[in-house]
Nanobody, 126 residues
Framework: VQLVESGGGSVQVGGSLTLSCVASGDTIGRYCMGWFRQIPDREREGVAAIDSDGSTSYADSVKGRFTISQDNAKNTLYLQMDSLRPEDSDMYYC?????WGYGSSWYLARPSRFGYWGQGTQVTVS
């Protein structure tokens, strides 16, 4: 499956952005889908994940501010980001992983379980 992110940009503190990830080559509803973020010299951090049953999980740092969703008809994954903070500034990546039923929280903690990655989209909050 190929993944292409969009929607990043620069926003003021407290603002909102919506990231999109369009998939091709397979149906995202079969996968556990996730959003991760990373800056150079840091480990990739799970932000949010949604499994094939529609169950969602979030990093503690974004709970109540970010919402992950997907539109299977459009084969697109979204990340609605509200109340953005400077520490949310990062490169955001969309990822897809084979869903073996361990639950979205399990996958969120294990970036290595995602075999397909997009090229990333930059978010800057200032």
């Amino acid at each position: 499956v190929q993944l292409v992110e969009s929607g990043g940009g620069s926003v003021q503190v407290g603002g909102s952005l919506t990231l999109s990830c369009v998939a091709s080559g397979d149906t995202i509803g079969r996968y556990c889908m996730g959003w991760f973020r990373q800056i150079p010299d840091r480990e990739r951090e799970g932000v949010a994940a949604i499994d094939s049953d529609g169950s969602t999980s979030y990093a503690d740092s974004v709970k109540g501010r970010f919402t992950i969703s997907q539109d299977n008809a459009k084969n697109t994954l979204y990340l609605q980001m509200d109340s953005l903070r400077p520490e949310d500034s990062d490169m955001y990546y969309c990822a897809a992983g084979a869903d073996w039923g361990y639950g979205s929280s399990w996958y969120l903690a294990r970036p290595s379980r995602f075999g397909y990655w997009g090229q990333g989209t930059q978010v800057t909050v200032s």
